[in-house]
RNA sequence: GCGGGCGUAGCCGAACCGGCAUAGGCGCCGGACUUAGGAUCCGGUGGGUCUCAGACCCGCUGUGGGUUCGAAUCCCACCGCCCGCACCA
């Protein structure tokens, strides 16, 4: 028994091999060898960030799944661009730095180096020579070259693309457009300039942030939890204005949303993007205030029940609130809308006070309970003249609409529960049905108290008024977002240097002489306080002052030191892909246009987790590149295949303390460790409940292909599913048993011979290749290995195994475990490995048998099997079906009826 | 509340178009090999009945309806679960 299967050798020798003769290099448009009658295949991965704790085994599965289909598209002769990078700027190796004081770029290379080790290890088919890291000077230079980009466009609306801001201001010069009504020429220099900077891409604006003293630094939304602390360390965190760099997103809401049309996505994915932008169609109107030229401008999706507004609300940030706090109460004013101040402004100023203390997410957990109050003051209702009394309240948001609403009670649910607690009238303008019992009616009906809407459907009433308000000029249909404009500055160290320099009064110059790289400093940790007023201390202000200051022309700049997001390096990895070396430009344009046109990334696999951000921001940096002519394509990803994440059982003892999962036993329906008893729980893999499977382990003992092998057979990719340690013993005996059935374990020789295969056989490998081909392209490799399982069953026993079998049962393996196939197709005289050996074929008449099991039901029942020819005509299945004894002990009298489908089905129907 | 998705055996799952429900794997049962095996190999595995190497019958895809000769599949209602968003006017 000594020539066993020895994974372990085999692994070594083939992941040596791959890497020496760069087997899995793309070769690009012009390179020697390049085939340019074949199809190009993008095929990529969600690069990850290099973490400290590397890879466990639930994290390569969508790794594994897009590299059998570059593995599969390789064989089937395409140009197949499969590449693998990191993600490496981020809070983490900051972190570690701040605690340890090791240099972040130490640790980053670190990780990586061990992030390669192991990728490498699973046999991934990458074209390592393509590797890039976002923290490297040689690529995050093309990322400061697209801020530069963005800082250096403008959007026209008209085009609906962005433009070289230049050609706005040739535009300007010439008097062929004006600074929003203002002529160009009655500006001064700074005027100018400060509307120019207004109309970038890339622009610094006040807004509101999640500012975190502890942490020294502003949060995205997302780096916020519900009771509004700090996700990281859970310390306080405050809603403040401040100076920041943002990024004009909202200017493609529209093509984002249109744009989806053109890609190949989970349509869940693309239902989140359009959740995110939150497009609505409505209109504004504008709220006349009585004695003032003043008007509260409203958005509102419901126009048509504008004769039911019985209320104003302002958000507490709203620019009127101030202006419209009156001096006094009014004499009618309820006890219930002052919160018990002698005047407006007080009750006012107290309620500020109060909002501008709660998070955001504070906020939201206040669903039940509405607060607000009166602010002295009416505006009127342009439609009947009406007066209104002015409410400020935290329910109405600043950052969606105009800021205010018009409130009608009677056809929303919120605006309904505010008035009952504070005793405003309630007027319905649509005619709920008379069994309706809730409160708000927000369903369809007849307009009702509504003048001259009085009788019309929701959408016709919509429509009329909106046609009044412009016809009045009380304003008219807009759109309105839920997408806001990227916050696009950090105040850390390990990011992108923002490449900009700050001159006297305000001007702004771009640093063309890129990279710009990051200073070294001492001291990584952010300027950190328990003081809430505490000013955000960018983390680069601890540089030296060579690099803060900067003479041009004579004059002192100083560079911008906030860095750029996370997001960023990833916003356009999958075009430096593509021309990873190229140091003239971000992307040569003849690869750029082969791998890119039409559709982009032809499969992009990752996680659903960057459903919305990484996938909404790269969509964006893509179109505004594509504007400018730097891309060929209107969309970056073609296809997006989101897998399923690995799940594992986690146990806990009595005091809720985590044990470790491979040691708990089941017996008698309950689970035990050590003696006591255990309560299971289901979740995500990871270290911290003990439940994580090593790969070095996993490896050891079984093998990477039996690993590959099962994380495919597990069920569809994109499932998230269980990760089952007893199960595993299936694909390895799989693999045993495809090693017994080609090699003798005497002497080492094959176990192949050049007959042909029997009939059986050969019906079996050509409905298999044809099976397994159909899977590869779907993505279904769970079905594709249990096809491979039962071929791999029917050469059991075998003296001798066809060669023809042998072989095309190695190629239809070889893209799921390719450790093994290349190693059998070595010993059976492949040569030069089997990358690019071309896939099998299958001939459509060896895949039907002659002789197929026909069903004949009556009245739907199965009752009896019958065999007959593939090419059995209707009659002669009719006849042998009503000729059968079983069926005819069913039967009593004639059939009303035989339904014939040959040759897989006779119903005969008795009734 | 809104949006996306799911419910099949003891477990993971298969079944592109409506046509033999449960492929493949695990587990379990039996056998072989063996000093032994939780290793490996071979066979069986929805339930029931019988005259038990076989035959016959029945049931079955979360629940209830509908369409159809025929439904896991299509339609309606309900129940349960997962994911995302959520005071978005």
């Known amino acids: 028994m000594e020539h066993v299967y020895d994974h372990q050798?085999?692994?070594?020798?083939?992941?040596?091999?791959?890497?020496?003769?760069?087997?899995?290099?793309?070769?690009?448009?012009?390179?020697?060898?390049?085939?340019?009658?074949?199809?190009?295949?993008?095929?990529?991965?969600?690069?990850?960030?290099?973490?400290?704790?590397?890879?466990?085994?639930?994290?390569?599965?969508?790794?594994?799944?897009?590299?059998?289909?570059?593995?599969y598209m390789r064989m089937r002769g395409a140009n197949v661009l499969h590449p693998m990078g990191f993600d490496s700027f981020g809070l983490p190796a900051e972190q570690y730095a701040v605690e340890t004081g090791v240099h972040p770029r130490i640790t980053t290379e670190r990780n990586i180096a061990n992030y390669v080790r192991q990728l490498k290890a699973i046999g991934l088919s990458y074209d390592w020579d393509r590797e890039i890291a976002t923290t490297d000077p040689d690529y995050y230079r093309w990322t400061q070259w697209i801020f530069l980009r963005l800082f250096g466009s403008w959007f026209d609306r008209e085009a609906d693309a962005a433009r070289p801001i230049d050609e706005l201001m040739a535009a300007l010069e010439a008097g062929e457009r004006d600074a929003d009504g203002v002529s160009w020429s009655a500006l001064d220099e700074k005027a100018r300039r400060r509307f120019i900077d207004g109309q970038r891409l890339a622009y610094l604006d006040e807004v509101m942030v999640n500012w975190c003293p502890a942490l020294g630094t502003v949060l995205a939304n997302e780096e916020?939890?519900?009771?509004?602390?700090?996700?990281?360390?859970?310390?306080?965190?405050?809603?403040r204005p401040l100076r920041q760099w943002m990024l004009r997103i909202t200017a493609y809401a529209d093509r984002l949303i249109d744009d989806l049309a053109l890609v190949d996505w989970p349509e869940s994915v693309k239902a989140m993007q359009r959740n995110w932008i939150g497009r609505s169609d409505g209109a504004r109107i504008d709220f006349p205030i009585a004695g003032s030229s003043t008007r509260i401008d409203v958005f509102t999706t419901r126009p048509d029940t504008v004769f039911g507004a019985t209320y104003m609300v302002l958000a507490p940030e709203h620019h009127l609130v101030a202006e419209l706090t009156a001096e006094q109460w009014p004499e009618d004013t309820r006890e219930a809308w002052t919160g018990g101040a002698a005047d407006p402004a007080s009750a006012?100023?107290?309620?500020?006070?109060?909002?501008?203390?709660?998070?955001?997410?504070?906020?939201?957990?206040?669903?039940?309970?509405?607060?607000?109050?009166?602010?002295?003051?009416?505006?009127v209702n342009p439609v009947n003249d009406e007066p209104i009394p002015i409410f400020v309240a935290d329910y109405v948001l600043m950052g969606y609409g105009t800021g205010a609403i018009m409130a009608v009670p009677g056809q929303d649910q919120r605006d309904w529960e505010f008035a009952e607690q504070f005793d405003l009238a309630i007027i319905r303008t649509v005619q709920p049905p008379s069994d309706f019992e809730g409160d708000a009616y927000l369903g369809e009906g007849p307009a009702i108290n509504s003048d001259f809407l009085d009788g019309l459907d929701v959408e016709q009433a919509k429509a009329s008024i909106i046609e009044w308000l412009e016809a009045e000029g009380f304003g008219g249909a807009i759109v309105s977002y839920k997408l806001r404009d990227w916050l696009?500055?950090?105040?850390?160290?390990?990011?992108?240097?923002?490449?900009?320099?700050?001159?006297?009064?305000?001007?702004?110059?771009?640093?063309?002489?890129?990279?710009?790289?990051?200073?070294?400093?001492?001291?990584?940790?952010?300027?950190?306080?328990?003081?809430?007023?505490?000013?955000?201390?960018?983390?680069?202000?601890?540089?030296?002052?060579?690099?803060?200051?900067?003479?041009?022309?004579?004059?002192?700049?100083?560079?911008?030191?906030?860095?750029?997001p996370q997001w960023a390096g990833s916003c356009w990895y999958y075009l430096r892909f593509i021309d990873p070396r190229?140091?003239?430009?971000?992307?040569?344009?003849?690869v750029e246009r082969y791998w890119m046109d039409p559709r982009g990334v032809d499969l992009y696999v990752g996680g659903v987790e960057h459903a919305v951000l990484h996938l909404l921001y790269a969509r964006f940096w893509h179109k505004v590149l594509y504007d400018l002519g730097h891309v060929s394509s209107a969309e970056p990803f073609g296809r997006l295949f989101?897998?399923?994440?690995?799940?594992?059982?986690?146990?806990?003892?009595?005091?809720?303390?985590?044990?470790?999962?491979?040691?708990v036993e089941e017996r008698d329906g309950a689970f035990w460790y050590d003696g006591q008893q255990v309560e299971q729980s289901y979740g995500r893999m990871g270290k911290s409940k003990k439940n994580g499977v090593n790969p070095d382990e996993f490896f050891a003992k079984h093998g990477v292909d039996a690993l590959r092998l099962y994380e495919m057979f597990m069920g569809p990719l994109g499932d998230s599913k269980?990760?089952?340690?007893?199960?595993?013993?299936?694909?390895?005996?799989?693999?045993?048993?495809?090693?017994r059935n080609l090699v003798d374990p005497d002497s080492?020789?094959?176990?192949?011979?050049?007959?042909?295969?029997?009939?059986?056989?050969?019906?079996?490998?050509?409905?298999?290749?044809?099976?397994v081909t159909a899977d590869m392209v779907g993505l279904r490799f769970n079905t594709a290995v249990a096809r491979l399982f039962e071929l791999n069953n029917a050469l059991v026993g075998l003296d001798a195994v066809p060669r023809e079998v042998a072989e095309a049962f190695i190629l239809l393996l070889a893209p799921i475990a390719p450790h093994i196939c290349e190693e059998l197709w070595e010993r059976m005289g492949g040569e030069g490995g089997l990358a690019h050996v071309p896939w099998p074929e299958y001939d459509e008449d060896l895949a039907v048998e002659e002789m197929v099991v026909m069903i004949v039901q009556v009245d739907g029942k199965v009752r009896d099997r019958l065999e007959v020819p593939v090419d059995i005509s209707e009659e002669d299945a009719r006849a042998a079906a009503l000729d059968s004894e079983k069926v005819a002990g069913h039967l009593e009298g004639e059939p009303s009826r035989v339904i014939v489908r040959p040759p897989n089905l006779v119903n005969i129907v008795s009734r």
């Open 722 to 739: 269980p990760w089952t340690t007893r199960d595993v013993v299936g694909v390895v005996r799989f693999l045993h048993r495809l090693w």
């Open 748 to 771: 080492g020789g094959l176990l192949v011979s050049d007959v042909s295969p029997d009939p059986d056989l050969a019906v079996l490998l050509h409905r298999t290749i044809k099976a």
């Open 348 to 379: 006012v100023e107290r309620y500020l006070v109060e909002a501008a203390r709660k998070s955001e997410r504070e906020r939201q957990a206040e669903v039940k309970q509405k607060t607000g109050v009166f602010t002295g003051s009416f505006c």
């Open 582 to 590: 190229n140091d003239v430009r971000l992307v040569g344009e003849g």
């Open 9 to 71: 050798e085999i692994e070594r020798k083939w992941q040596a091999r791959w890497a020496e003769q760069h087997t899995f290099r793309a070769l690009d448009p012009g390179d020697e060898g390049f085939d340019p009658s074949q199809p190009k295949v993008y095929v990529l991965d969600m690069f990850p960030y290099p973490s400290g704790e590397g890879l466990h085994v639930g994290h390569p599965i969508g790794y594994i799944g897009s590299d059998i289909f570059s593995r």
């Open 488 to 564: 696009f500055s950090r105040q850390r160290y390990w990011g992108e240097p923002i490449p900009i320099l700050h001159g006297p009064d305000g001007e702004m110059r771009p640093v063309d002489d890129l990279p710009l790289l990051l200073p070294e400093v001492d001291d990584f940790r952010p300027a950190s306080s328990d003081d809430e007023n505490a000013e955000p201390v960018p983390s680069l202000s601890k540089a030296p002052d060579e690099w803060r200051f900067v003479e041009v022309d004579g004059v002192r700049f100083e560079r911008e030191l906030n860095t750029m």
């Open 224 to 239: 916020v939890t519900r009771d509004g602390r700090s996700d990281r360390g859970d310390h306080p965190v405050y809603r």
């Open 642 to 663: 989101n897998q399923g994440l690995i799940m594992a059982h986690a146990y806990r003892d009595g005091r809720g303390v985590y044990v470790p999962a491979d040691k």
